[in-house]
T-cell receptor, first 119, second 107 residues
Framework: GAGVSQTPSNKVTEKGKYVELRCDPI?????LYWYRQSLGQGPEFLIY????????DSGLPNDRFFAVRPEGSVSTLKIQRTERGDSAVYLC?????????????????FGPGTRLTVL | KQEVTQIPAALSVPEGENLVLNCSFT??????LQWFRQDPGKGLTSLLL?????REQTSGRLNASLDKSSGRSTLYIAASQPGDSATYLC??????FGAGTILRVKS
């Protein structure tokens, strides 16, 4: 009955390096969302998966950002050539099946986030 | 593009007060609206989800209303407690969030 988990909880890297952030959604949830949050702001949408495919990746800021969900469960957010402006908390959420009507299918549940610091 | 505004940005009240937090949004073509709380350094915790066909939803001391046509939702917190201190965020639809209302309840 675990919730959404994210690893690592904290990541410090140097400018120009590559990082991977992992999200384990609630078991059985078909939808998975990535957001990033800067201090004092609400979460900013990055990408949304329905199953294995990216249903909406319009929030990815540029081609340095990429995400995969190869088996429809765990997802990895990948950031190449990190920049100081990428520093933020990266949040992951999942929901049961947003393609269906009803609160239980659409409610999003969030993980604790990964705090990324790019020096 | 959906734009979300939450008012007030911050609120400090004594314990026991009844509170109203406001969320307004520009695109009323939403299927639902979700309210969350976020404690410092933590992820978001779901409080209530109102479907577009509903006008309100209640959970304990929390009541959320939705007026799609006017693009507004209200979160009502009854008999506030220090443990309610957190940031409250609304999300009309599933991908766009407001900046939140920072609530502090003083004992």
């Amino acid at each position: 009955g675990a919730g959404v988990s994210q690893t690592p909880s904290n990541k410090v890297t140097e400018k120009g390096k590559y990082v991977e952030l992992r999200c384990d959604p609630i078991s059985g949830h078909t939808a998975l969302y990535w957001y990033r949050q800067s201090l004092g702001q609400g979460p900013e949408f990055l990408i949304y998966f329905q199953g294995t495919g990216a249903a909406d990746d319009s929030g990815l800021p540029n081609d340095r950002f990429f995400a995969v969900r190869p088996e429809g469960s765990v997802s990895t957010l990948k950031i190449q050539r990190t920049e100081r402006g990428d520093s933020a908390v990266y949040l992951c959420a999942s929901s049961l099946n947003p393609g269906l009507a009803g609160a239980r299918y659409n409610e999003q549940f969030f993980g604790p986030g990964t705090r990324l610091t790019v020096l | 593009k959906q734009e979300v505004t939450q008012i007030p940005a911050a609120l400090s009240v004594p314990e026991g007060e009844n509170l109203v937090l406001n969320c307004s949004f520009t695109d009323s073509a939403i299927y639902n609206l979700q309210w969350f709380r976020q404690d410092p350094g933590k992820g978001l915790t779901s409080l209530l989800l109102i479907q577009s066909s509903q006008r309100e939803q209640t959970s304990g001391r929390l009541n959320a209303s939705l007026d799609k046509s006017s693009g507004r939702s209200t979160l009502y917190i009854a008999a506030s407690q220090p443990g309610d201190s957190a940031t409250y965020l609304c999300a009309p639809g599933k991908l766009v969030f407001g900046a939140g209302t920072i609530l502090r309840v003083k004992s």
